[in-house]
C-alpha cells in the first residue's frame, strides 16, 4: 500500500525540517506547548476510526490500543506542561563580580534545542512510541523539528496520526516542516535519514540490531550525532526465599499475568527469573507453568515477530541441559504464540551467554542457582537491562544485600515485589538503562526528562538583559525555576 | 625518565579501580567532598616545589602556574560543595496513587556513579587539567574511582600531584585504589585503558586526533562507553561595525593581549577574527599587528608544540590568497614562537576549509567580508566551536540578529564585548560545543555540571524508606533540592 521514499526524498525531507528549525527552535515554551495540546487534541479527533485501523495492522485488541492513545495523549499533555514550566531547561545564572581579580563575568545557561530529529516509530508501541509518540512529543517540547519513519507494521495508523499533527500545524499557523512523515521500509531509508549533515539527534525503541545499526552509522559520520536506541532487555526477576515461601501462588498469578501481557510484546516483559533451589521453588515453577498455560494469548503484532518468537523459543529450547516446563505442542508453536516457561541451572546459565537472550513473546526462563553466590554470580554475569526486579521481604533484602547491589549496577530501574510490565509515566520513571538495554544509559525515553535528549548547554556571557532569552531574564518573565549563584529559585533577580 | 607502563598493568590498574569502586561507590556525598578537600589540601602542601618542577617541565612562568594551581584547588573545594548540595543529583520522587487505575507506584530516581574513569592529563593545564584536575574532580564527586594517565610532557608534575592525592586517602584511610596513577606516552597505553571493560567513562582535554582516536576505540568495544574529549576550536571573534568604529585601539588592544595569552595555548584562544571590509577594519588590523608585535611571548609548553606551531602556521602562510600581517622572520619562526596575524578573504575562506583548522599557539586569522550575507556565510560554514565572540553594540546585534543566531548555533558558549580566554569556573558555565568541539556537546568540562557526566539515573520502583539511598529518603536527611511531583523542594515529604 505504500512504497518507500527515494533517497532524494529522504535527503530534501531533511532540508525542510531544517529550514522550519531555524523558526521553530526560537517559539516559546508557551507556543510548543499549545502545538502539543493541540496534536493531542487531532488525536482525539481520530476517533474510533484510528482504532480499527490499528487493530487490523497490528492484531492488538481494542482495549489496548485504547489504553495506549489514552497514554500518547496524556503524554503530549503532560510534556507540553513540563516543556512550559522549564525545570529541564537547566536555567543557571552566575551574576558578575566586577572587584574580583580578574573580574568574574554573568554567564548565564540554559539548554537549547540541537537540531532536527529522526525519529523511527516502533512496532509494539503504534500510538505511544511511533509517529506522535514519547520521542516525537519530547522533540517538539525541545524546540527541535521532527521527521518521523513510520514504522513498517502499521504505516495506515502512522499516516491518520501524522495527519492528526499536520492539521493541528495547519490550526495553529504554524509552518508544517515542523513535523514531516516519511513511509520507508528500507535499510536504505533509514540509512539515509541518520546519515543526513541535517539530522542532530536520532529517537528508536526496537531490536538491537536495529539499534545497533543507527548507532554505528551515526558514529560513522563526519559529525557523529546521540542515538537514543531503546533495545529491549530481559528484565531479570529475582525471586528471594522469604518472599517467595510466603505466597508463591500470588507471585506465580502476578508473574503469569505479566509474562503474557500484550502477548509479551513489551521491553520490558520479564524474560528471566533467578531464584534458589528449593522446595518452595519447586511449588512455585508448577503453579507459574500451570497459570501460563491457562492464559489465552493473543495473536503477535505480525507475522515477523510472531515467528522470531518461534525461531528463538526453539533455539533456546534446544540448548544443552535446557527444559521446558509449560506443555508445548510443537504444532501450537508453529501457527501462533503460546507462553512458554523454561528451567537451567545456575552452572548451565552461566556457561551459555546466548541463554542471555531476549525472546520476545511471552517467554520466561527460570534460573535455580544452587547457592546465594551462584545466585550473585548469574547477577554479575547479566548484560545491562532497563529493569531488575527483587521479590523480597526487608529480611530477604538487607541479607543479600551484596546481591542488590550487583542488580542495581546492571539496571535503569529497580522494582521491590512488583513487575516490569507497566511503565509509568511520570518525572521519577527512568526508562533506559546500561549497554546494551539503550544506547545511551545517561537519558530516559519516558517521563518530561526525555526532553533532555534533544538539547544541549549554551552560556551566555556578558550580555544585557534586553538580549538575553525571556528565559534567563533578570526578571524571570516565564517565572521557571532557576539556580541563581547556585541557589534554586523561581525570583527574578 | 618514566617509563610506560605495560598492558598487563593497565588492565590491573583497572581490575583494582572496578573492585575500589563497589566500596566508594556508596561513600556518602560527604565521605566524598571530605576526600576533595584533603585533596586540594595536600596539594597546596607541595608548596613551591612543585611550582618549580612544573616550571622545568612546561616552560610554563611561576605566576601563571600559581594562578592554575589555585584554580585547581578552587576546583576541588566547590565541586566539593556542589557534590554535598546534590543539585547534580536531580533526586526526583512520584508519589503513590494506589487508587490509580492502574495504581500509580511509587518511584524515585537519582543519579548514581557509572563506573571507574579514565582521566587522559592535558598537556596545556598542568595542574587544572591534569592530576587532580577537573575530570578527576568531577568523576570523584560523581562517586567514580578515577584512572589518570600522566601527560608525558610533566611526568614529574603528574607524580608529584598523584602523591598528594594518595597521601589524602592515607591521612582519610580510605581504599587507595580509589585513585590510580599511570606513566604512558604509547598510544597502546590509550587504547588499553579506553578498551578494558571495567572502564565507563573516558575525560580527555587535548588535539582532535587524539581525542578522535579515543571516541573511536570506545564506540567499537562490545560495550560503548560515553568519551568526553574536549578538542578545541578556533573560537571565531565577529567585528560588528558600529562596536569597531567606536574604539578600534581598545578592542586590538584586548585582542593582542587574548591572542597572545599563555602563548596562545588555551583551547579557547581568538583563532578567527571576522569583519565587514571598511577603513576602520583596517584601522583595526594595523593596531593589532602592531600590538602583537611589542608582545614578547615566553616558550611553548614543549618542543612538540613548538614545532607544531610552525608547521601549522606555515602551512596556513602557504595557502593561496592568505596574507601575513605581522613581519614574520623565517629564523624566528624556526626557533621560538612569534605572534601571527594573518588576512585572508570572505571569498577565500570560504573555499578554503583549510583555514578553519586551529593553529595551536599565538596565531590568528582575519576574514574581510564583503558584505553581512558575506559575514553570514562564513558563520554558517564554520564547524563546532568551545566559544564564539560578538564584539557588537546592541544596535549592531538586533541589527545582525540572524548573524547572530547562527553564531549561536554553532558554539556552546556565546560571548558579548569580551574575550573567550579566560573560563570562569562557576556553575552557569559552558565549556563544551557542538562536534568537533568536543565529542559530546551535551556536556561541559568546566563547572559543577561537569559531575554529571559521571553518572546516570537509576529508578526505585516501590521501595521502602528504609531500604532507599539517603538522597531519596521521606525525611531528605541530607537536605538536598528534589523534585517532588514535579515541585522542586527541599522539605521532607
Not at 63 to 72: C, D, N, S
Not at 395 to 412: F, M, P, R
Not at 476 to 485: D, E, M
Request: aromatic share 6%; with cysteine; hydrophobic share 40%.
Amino acid at each position: 500500500m505504500y512504497t518507500d521514499v527515494s533517497i532524494e526524498q529522504v535527503n530534501e525531507a531533511m532540508s525542510r525540517s531544517a529550514e522550519a528549525f531555524s523558526s521553530y527552535s526560537k517559539f516559546s515554551l508557551s507556543q510548543r506547548a499549545l502545538l502539543m495540546k493541540a496534536i493531542a487534541r487531532e488525536i482525539e479527533a481520530l476517533g474510533d476510526e484510528l482504532i480499527s485501523v490499528t487493530m487490523r495492522e497490528t492484531n492488538l485488541p481494542e482495549a489496548r490500543l485504547k489504553g495506549e492513545r489514552g497514554r500518547t495523549i496524556f503524554q503530549l499533555n503532560s510534556y507540553a506542561d513540563a516543556c512550559e514550566r522549564g525545570d529541564w531547561l537547566e536555567a543557571r545564572i552566575t551574576t558578575a563580580i566586577p572587584e574580583k581579580v580578574p573580574p568574574r563575568p554573568d554567564i548565564r545557561k540554559m539548554l537549547v534545542p540541537i537540531g532536527p530529529v529522526v525519529v523511527f516509530g516502533s512496532s509494539n508501541f503504534p500510538y505511544a512510541y511511533s509517529t506522535a509518540g514519547g520521542d516525537t512529543a519530547t522533540a517538539l517540547a525541545a524546540g527541535c523539528t521532527v521527521v518521523v519513519k513510520a514504522h513498517p507494521a502499521h504505516p495506515e495508523t502512522s499516516e491518520m496520526v501524522a495527519g492528526a499533527i499536520r492539521k493541528a500545524l495547519d490550526v495553529l499557523q504554524m509552518p508544517q516542516d515542523i513535523f514531516i512523515h516519511l513511509q520507508g521500509a528500507s535499510f536504505a531509508v533509514g540509512e539515509a535519514l541518520v546519515r543526513n549533515p541535517h539530522t542532530q539527534a536520532v529517537g528508536f525503541t526496537g531490536s538491537y540490531s536495529g539499534g545497533m545499526a543507527l548507532f554505528n552509522w551515526a558514529n560513522q559520520r563526519s559529525q557523529p550525532i546521540p542515538v537514543f536506541a531503546e533495545m529491549g532487555s530481559v528484565n531479570p526477576v529475582f525471586l528471594f526465599p522469604e518472599k517467595l515461601e510466603a505466597d508463591p501462588a500470588a507471585i506465580a498469578q502476578m508473574y503469569a499475568e505479566s509474562i503474557t501481557l500484550g502477548v509479551g510484546q513489551f521491553c520490558t516483559n520479564p524474560g528471566l527469573l533467578i531464584g534458589l533451589d528449593s522446595p518452595v521453588l519447586d511449588t512455585f515453577k508448577g503453579m507459574l507453568a500451570e497459570k501460563l498455560q491457562q492464559i489465552k494469548v493473543g495473536k503477535m503484532l505480525h507475522e515477523g515477530i510472531a515467528k522470531n518468537y518461534q525461531q528463538k523459543s526453539l533455539l533456546m529450547l534446544s540448548q544443552p541441559d535446557v527444559s521446558c516446563i509449560t506443555s508445548v505442542s510443537q504444532d501450537v508453536i508453529n501457527n501462533s504464540p503460546e507462553p512458554i516457561l523454561t528451567e537451567v541451572s545456575g552452572e548451565v546459565f552461566l556457561k551459555n551467554p546466548l541463554l542471555q537472550e531476549e525472546v520476545f513473546g511471552p517467554f520466561s526462563m527460570l534460573v535455580r542457582c544452587k547457592d546465594q553466590d551462584e545466585m550473585a554470580a548469574v547477577a554479575r554475569s547479566l548484560a545491562g537491562q532497563l529493569t531488575s526486579t527483587l521479590m523480597a521481604t526487608e529480611h530477604d533484602y538487607t541479607a543479600n544485600a551484596s546481591i542488590a547491589d550487583i542488580i542495581a549496577s546492571k539496571c535503569g530501574r529497580i522494582i521491590l515485589n512488583g513487575v516490569p510490565t507497566g511503565v509509568e509515566v511520570c518525572q521519577a520513571m527512568h526508562h533506559g538503562g546500561p549497554f546494551p538495554a539503550s544506547t545511551d544509559s545517561r537519558y530516559t525515553s519516558v517521563g518530561a526528562d526525555a526532553i533532555k535528549r534533544f538539547a544541549r548547554p549554551l552560556a551566555f556571557q556578558n550580555y544585557p538583559d534586553a538580549l538575553l532569552p525571556d528565559e534567563l531574564k533578570n526578571a524571570n518573565p516565564l517565572g521557571i525555576t532557576r539556580s541563581v549563584n547556585d541557589i534554586p529559585t523561581s525570583q527574578s533577580l
